[in-house]
T-cell receptor
Framework: DTGVSQNPRHKITKRGQNVTFRCDPI?????LYWYRQTLGQGPEFLTY????????KSRLLSDRFSAERPKGSFSTLEIQRTEQGDSAMYLC??????????FGPGTRLTVT | AQSVAQPEDQVNVAEGNPLTVKCTYS??????LFWYVQYPNRGLQFLLK??????LVKGSYGFEAEFNKSQTSFHLKKPSALVSDSALYFC???????????????FGKGTHLIIQP
């Protein structure tokens, strides 16, 4: 399969714990994006990488959130000291151009 | 700031009838416009895009969309609906002039499309 993959697909954690999600983009895509989607809403942009450089961060991305893309390949999104409000679907997308983005299946986070 | 509005939470259409899912947008410059579809427990799938050129763009699964600059709209259409088209549809926009690496899309809240047999 040559699509965007995300792991894990589901994560349940207790409030205050740290969690890390991984995204593997389509291999030839140099642009990678993270979004968050809550129930009944469209995806909200979090951050964007071009190769290994993080070029854009949304105001939604609080200090507890950090994203990396070492070597310009896969990316990780870490949430420290999780809160119940962090419960959402976290989506990763990749693109080879400035046009359409291709999304992965998402990681559903539940904070109890 | 850019924004997208999808005024209908749900659209109901009988199978075989034409369908329209509405979208309006607001950007500072020229828009790049997109439609995505989301099936339950699956990621967003790209349907079609408008970048420049013809106002009527064709996409996957027989869908098309009409760009109307004066009305700032980008409605999704299909001549004959199928039950399998039932899903959640999202309109998204990127401002062409945002530049500076700000490639993030702004999405609408989504419209549930229900095709009745």
């Amino acid at each position: 399969d040559t699509g965007v993959s995300q792991n894990p697909r589901h994560k349940i954690t207790k409030r205050g714990q740290n969690v890390t999600f991984r995204c593997d983009p389509i291999s030839e895509h140099n642009r990678l994006y993270w979004y968050r989607q809550t129930l009944g809403q469209g995806p909200e942009f979090l951050t964007y990488f071009q190769n290994e450089a993080q070029l854009e961060k949304s105001r939604l991305l609080s200090d507890r959130f950090s994203a990396e893309r070492p070597k310009g390949s896969f990316s990780t999104l870490e949430i420290q000291r999780t809160e119940q409000g962090d419960s959402a679907m976290y989506l990763c997308a990749s693109s080879g151009t400035v046009y359409e983005q291709y999304f992965g299946p998402g990681t559903r986070l539940t904070v109890t | 700031a850019q924004s997208v509005a999808q005024p209908e939470d749900q659209v109901n259409v009988a199978e075989g009838n034409p369908l329209t899912v509405k979208c309006t947008y607001s950007v500072s410059g020229n828009p790049y416009l997109f439609w995505y579809v989301q099936y339950p427990n699956r990621g967003l799938q790209f349907l079609l895009k408008y970048i420049t050129g013809d106002n009527l763009v064709k996409g996957s699964y027989g869908f098309e969309a009409e760009f109307n600059k004066s009305q700032t709209s980008f409605h999704l259409k299909k001549p004959s609906a199928l039950v399998s088209d039932s899903a959640l549809y999202f309109c998204a926009v990127r401002d062409y002039l945002s530049g500076g690496g700000a490639d993030g899309l702004t999405f609408g809240k989504g419209t549930h499309l229900i095709i009745q047999p």
